[in-house]
Every structure is written in structure tokens, then in C-alpha cells.
DNA sequence: AGCACGCCGACT
DNA sequence: GTCGGCGTGCTC
């Protein structure tokens, strides 16, 4: 048996036109050549250098013409396995993208000590974690017929019961719990799981579950949020030959995990398990994907369904799995308070009032608000008109009670304001951010803590003891013993926005924050009528979404279809629209500024065949166009002259 | 990205 | 006649 004397090598370059594997001639005497290294490689002239990794050895050369050496192996890790590289090269496909720009996600920057104290312990024999003694562990909760069936292969939307529990010291949500007992089922039956959550907040509660279930040699952090050197440790590690839990953010997804017995994606509604990165495809997406290539568990899990999921419930590629007994949350929906009655406190009913009184007398409760700060909005107190920054124009926002009000926008201090329409000087507060609703509670509860969470001030987890807890939505602590109430003030505001998907995040945020109740304890949907109160309150999730779903579909709106927006130079837009397979409708098309955007529709039947001819097109136009304006020498590196975006969660959002 | 190849205007 | 303009195309 000869060995194999061509390599065919990915290349670490930012150009479509690159986006295939290249044959190099594997010259005598140059070892290690395995797929998975990292190479350099020359392209073009002898002397320059590029970086890639090898994807395959061969004799059958693909290329006519003649092949040029490898340069170098950079290390003998072979950190590109093949199920990533298979993997990386599909989400690209579908998503008209580089399979080198998934790449990015899914291998870290190298960290040579790392690599070398990785490579010694390899060599050694000590790189194994402890051969597992324990039992698989029950998945309690749901039926054992279920957890069976579906940790043989299944695919489930999986629904999840309110609540927290202490493991430990620490306290996490049930969900966590759930899916630390799957993921360890998954490693002790000899298998690997990953697991994907959206945040660090989600990250530290899955891993603490975890902590209860398996020895610390078995999981694995794996996040695009580690140190590098961390990040790099991590992947090595989840390389290996024995099962492990990886667990991470949205990058978490593109582990190596060569025995993928489980793959678990929570809460797949929140935004930051959409990647900001080229080709931006979501980590519930890469999954989906991923689990086709790979087999093994496939569980996409959240206090709420989202409708992309309740379309694949409804196709029939997801089932339903929930608790055997699922446990529901007391919603009680109030009406706004109007302020006419003298029991009316602020903005709380006052219902919502004395229960959230009585609570404070035996444990921490949650206040959830919209905005951070102090006042959101100012406007003018004689005519209204919403008060704006003299320089700039951006609204003006009050930060403390005393101090002055300060530009959102470029951070300007207004310390004289003039309303612009009547001249006067007189500013009045329009909302409350956290700021203002901590004062105020603060007074009406006197002697009682207040605590404020929100992106500027993170607080992961409060005691048991009394407490208002006032937090933004999506920073809300996790109590030790769970929220005795739990007061969901700005509705109202939230739905206001005109998002696409505002009618699910809404319930999303609340569901989420509902779901740190403890036991029985009541929550408050305030100013919050509707079929959105009657989803919460009546834990109709599935039926919300399905109605959701059937919304979007009457629309043509996503997840109902598809959609992608082309983005370039007005004439390499208009070749790539006139390219399209017909299926594909052009249901917007706008130029600024020398660019044009369009957006384009399609059936998922299709979506492969639109990708192709996307991707073919940017490729045309990558290598042929070479300047988007003859003399107009642009500072920096020019846009390619046609981008796509596939599936942007808010196509409509941006103008 | 770089860099070579290639076909039209001012020059020794 | 040739030097070199940068438009066009390729990189295994």
C-alpha cells in the first residue's frame, strides 16, 4: 500500500472564488501529512503563503494542471475533524457562504503552549479522562419510554417545566437540570453530547447540573466568550476518542464530537444564539443540520416554542415531548393601574401590589421592567414633543434622579434645555427605566433591599432572604428558592416594538422570567391583555405558536418561507436576482448610497437550489468585478461587490 | 488579496 | 518599432 501522495487542502482566505479544496503534491520526506492538520500552502508565486488545513489525502489528482508542494505542517493536531469539516461545508452550502468563514467558528485561533502541553499528554497516554463507573442516569420528569426512544435517535421540540432547584449550593432552572440528566445518559451509554445555550447566565446553571451528574473530566467548556487559550484547551479536549459533554455558546454547536449521541439546543428564541458572523447561520440551524449528518439525539428546548420550531413540529421532523406531569405557573393578568384608585401604586395594580407586599415579608421577588436607567424618555412638559439633543438630535435621557439629561446618542449633556417647537424649558419623564422603578419601590417599601440587575449591573443569583429584585428583561437573577412573586410590569412597552417576532419574544421574556418562580407563586402580567396574556397564563405554548406560525404563513413572512437578502453593487444585485431559479420571488429591492438591497423569498423545497445559484453569483462577481467604483479609492478593504444573508431573523428590520 | 498576462497610446 | 497603461483572470 503506497501512501497517498496528494493532499487536498481548504485554504484560510477570505475570497468565494477560494472556497473549494486545492490538490497539492505531498513532497518526499515531508511526515504527518493527515487530514486535520493545519498546512501552509503556496498560492500563485512560489513565496507566498497561505494557511489551510488538510481535508483529504488522495492519489487522484482533480486538478488539470500542474500541482505545487506543500509547504509546511504547522502542528500535528489534527484539529479539524471530519464531521466539522463536513458539517461546516453544509451550513456554507445552504447559507451561500464559505465553508473557511464557518471554520472560523468552529477551530480556534491556535495557542502553540497549549497545543504542545496538549501533544505531550497525547504522546504520554495521560490525555483520557477516568473510565466512567457510574449508572446511567434516570431523566426524571418524562416518561422512561420517551427518554428512550428519544436518546435512541428521536429529534423532539422538548417543553420544559417551570421552576428551580438547588443542586449543590447553586440553584438552576429544572430545564437545566433536564438536560444535564440527557447529556449524561447520552456520555455513560458511550456516546457525546453538546450542548448550546444562548448566555453565560444559561452556560453557569448547565454547568452546575452537570457538575451533579458527571465527573469534571467529562465536560467540556467550549465558547466563543473563553479566552482564546481556553477556548483552544476546550476543543482539544472534546477531540478525544472518549464521550464528553460539550457545552457552550451558539460556536458550541461546530465542537468536534466524532460519537454525537445528543445534540441540545435551549431556548433557540433568544437572539444571541443567531450568529453575527458570516454566513450567520443559527446555531438551531447549524443543529438541525448537524444532527441529519451525524444521527444521535437532537433536542431544541425552551419554556416557549418558537414558531421555526413549531414549523418543524408541524412538517413532522420534530415531535413533542413534554413532562409526564407538566407543572404550570400561576399567571394572573392585570389590568394596567389608571391611578384613580388610592390603592393604585405606580404602575402596579394593586392586586399585584399586596401580593407582591406579602411576598417581600418571606422572600426575594422579581420585577421585570423593559429599560435600564432612570428615565427613558423625556419630553417636553408644555407641548409634548419628545425632547432631542441639540447637536445631534438623538433623544435625551435622564440617567439618576439629579442628574442632567444626557443624548443617547452621543452622550452630550443638556444642561440648558429649549423644546424646539414652543422654547420652553420645562422637561417631564415619560416611563421608567430600572433606576427609577428601584427608587420608587424603594420608597414604597421602606427598609426592604433593593436590588438592581441589568447589563450594566449583573447579578447572576440573589439569597433567599426579602428582597425587590428589580431587573430588565432577559438579566433577571436566579432566586435561592425561587421568586415568592413576580411582577411583569412593562408589557405594554414591549409589544409596542414592531418586530416581526415581537408577539413571540414577548412571551418568551415572560415565560423565562415566570419560570423563576418558586412553587405556586403567583406572577403578574401587567397592562397585558389578549391572546398573549391567555398563552402565558393558560400555558397554551404550543397553540400560541401553532397560531403564530399560521400568522406568518398567510403572510408569506418567515419561518413560513424563507427568505435572503442580496446586498452589492446595483448591477451585481440585478445578475443574481435575474439568475434566481424561478421559485424565488423578489419582494423588495432598494439602492443607497451606490449599494442596492434586495430581499428575496422562497420555499425551503428550494432553498438549496436558490443557495447554489446565490453563491455562484457572488463567486462570478467576487473574481470578475474587481472595483465597485473606478475612482473612487475607498480607505480600507472594499465590500465584495454582492453579499448574501440567509434567514436574518428580522429581515424587515433594518430600513 | 496579489500578481501575471494581454492588448492599445506616447516615447527613444 | 517598444515601454507600460491597468482591465481581466487565476490561484491546486
New binding site residues.
Given amino acids: 500500500m503506497s501512501t497517498p501522495t496528494i493532499a487536498?487542502v481548504v485554504l484560510d482566505?477570505?475570497?468565494p472564488?477560494?472556497d473549494?479544496?486545492?490538490?497539492?503534491?505531498i513532497p518526499e520526506g515531508l511526515e504527518g501529512v493527515v487530514p486535520g492538520v493545519r498546512v501552509t500552502?503556496?498560492?500563485?508565486?512560489?513565496?507566498?503563503m497561505t494557511q489551510g488545513f488538510v481535508v483529504e489525502l488522495t492519489d487522484q489528482q482533480?486538478?488539470p494542471?500542474?500541482?505545487?508542494?506543500l509547504d509546511a505542517i504547522v502542528s500535528a493536531a489534527e484539529v479539524l475533524r471530519p464531521e466539522v469539516w463536513r458539517l461546516a461545508r453544509a451550513v456554507a452550502d445552504r447559507a451561500a457562504g464559505s465553508a473557511i468563514d464557518v471554520l472560523r467558528l468552529a477551530v480556534p485561533k491556535r495557542q502553540v503552549r497549549v497545543e504542545k502541553s496538549w501533544l505531550a499528554a497525547r504522546a504520554a497516554g495521560t490525555a483520557h479522562p477516568e473510565p466512567l463507573t457510574i449508572e446511567p442516569p434516570t431523566v426524571t420528569r418524562y416518561r422512561e419510554a420517551e427518554v428512550a426512544a428519544l436518546l435512541a435517535g428521536g429529534r423532539v421540540a422538548l417543553g420544559v417545566d417551570p421552576g428551580v432547584v438547588a443542586v449543590g449550593d447553586t440553584w438552576v432552572g429544572r430545564w437545566a437540570v433536564t438536560l444535564a440528566q440527557l447529556a449524561a445518559r447520552t456520555v455513560v451509554g458511550g456516546a457525546s453530547a453538546i450542548l448550546v445555550v444562548p448566555d453565560h447566565r444559561d452556560a453557569h446553571q448547565l454547568e452546575a447540573a452537570l457538575g451533579a451528574q458527571l465527573p469534571a473530566d467529562r465536560i467540556v467548556r467550549f465558547d466563543s466568550a473563553q479566552p482564546d487559550a481556553e477556548r483552544y484547551r476546550g476543543m482539544l479536549r472534546a477531540m478525544g476518542d472518549e464521550p464528553m459533554v460539550v457545552l457552550g455558546n451558539r460556536s458550541a454547536v461546530y465542537a468536534p464530537a466524532t460519537r454525537l449521541g445528543l445534540l441540545a439546543i435551549w431556548n433557540d428564541g433568544d437572539p444571541l444564539l443567531s450568529e453575527p458572523l458570516t454566513p450567520y447561520v443559527h446555531a438551531r440551524d447549524a443543529a438541525l443540520v448537524r444532527q441529519e449528518q451525524q444521527g444521535g439525539a437532537l433536542v431544541i428546548a425552551g419554556h416557549t416554542r418558537t414558531t421555526d420550531v413549531q414549523r418543524l413540529v408541524e412538517v413532522g421532523w420534530l415531535t413533542e415531548l413534554t413532562p409526564e406531569r407538566p407543572r404550570r405557573v400561576k399567571v394572573i393578568p392585570t389590568a394596567h393601574a389608571t391611578g384613580a384608585s388610592a390603592e393604585d401604586h405606580a404602575r402596579i395594580p394593586s392586586l399585584a401590589w399586596r401580593e407582591a407586599a406579602a411576598a417581600t415579608k418571606t422572600g426575594p421577588v422579581l420585577v421585570q421592567v423593559a429599560r435600564p436607567g432612570y428615565a427613558p424618555g423625556l419630553r417636553c412638559a408644555e407641548c409634548g414633543t419628545a425632547a432631542r439633543c441639540r447637536q445631534c438630535a438623538g433623544p435625551l435621557q435622564l440617567h439618576r434622579a439629579s442628574s442632567a439629561p444626557r443624548c443617547l446618542w452621543c452622550g452630550r449633556e443638556e444642561r440648558s434645555f429649549r423644546c424646539t417647537e414652543c422654547g420652553s424649558s420645562r422637561l417631564a419623564r415619560v416611563g421608567a427605566g430600572s433606576t427609577r422603578t428601584a427608587e420608587e419601590l424603594g420608597r414604597a417599601f421602606p427598609g426592604i433591599r433593593v436590588v438592581i440587575a441589568d447589563g450594566e449591573r449583573r447579578v447572576l443569583e440573589v439569597d433567599d432572604r426579602p428582597a425587590l429584585v428589580v431587573a430588565t428583561r432577559g438579566a433577571e437573577p436566579i432566586a435561592a428558592g425561587g421568586y415568592r412573586a413576580v411582577l411583569l410590569l412593562d408589557g405594554e412597552r414591549m409589544i409596542a416594538r414592531e418586530t416581526l417576532r415581537i408577539a413571540e419574544d414577548c412571551l418568551r421574556w415572560w415565560a423565562d422570567a415566570a419560570a423563576l418562580a418558586s412553587d405556586g407563586a403567583s406572577v403578574f402580567l401587567v397592562g397585558v391583555g389578549g391572546r398573549l396574556a391567555t398563552a402565558l397564563s393558560a400555558s397554551s405554548i404550543p397553540a400560541f405558536a401553532r397560531a403564530e406560525l399560521a400568522d406568518r404563513r398567510s403572510l408569506g413572512f418567515p419561518p413560513a418561507a424563507r427568505v435572503a437578502t442580496l446586498e452589492g453593487v446595483p448591477d451585481a444585485v440585478t445578475a443574481a436576482l435575474d439568475a434566481l431559479p424561478a421559485e424565488a420571488d423578489t419582494i423588495a429591492e432598494r439602492t443607497v448610497d451606490g449599494r442596492t438591497r434586495a430581499l428575496i423569498r422562497f420555499d425551503y423545497a428550494h432553498g438549496a437550489a436558490v443557495a447554489r445559484s446565490v453563491r455562484g453569483e457572488i463567486i462570478r462577481q467576487?473574481?470578475?468585478r474587481?472595483?465597485p467604483l473606478?475612482g473612487a479609492p475607498r480607505p480600507g478593504?472594499?465590500p465584495?461587490p454582492l453579499r448574501a444573508r440567509f434567514d436574518d431573523p428580522e429581515p424587515f428590520d433594518e430600513s
Wanted: a positive charge.
Fill in positions: 487536498r482566505t477570505p475570497l472564488q477560494l473549494r479544496l486545492l490538490d497539492y503534491r500552502v503556496p498560492l500563485r508565486s512560489a513565496n507566498r482533480e486538478h494542471g500542474p500541482l505545487s508542494d467576487a473574481a470578475t474587481r472595483k473606478p478593504r472594499a465584495l
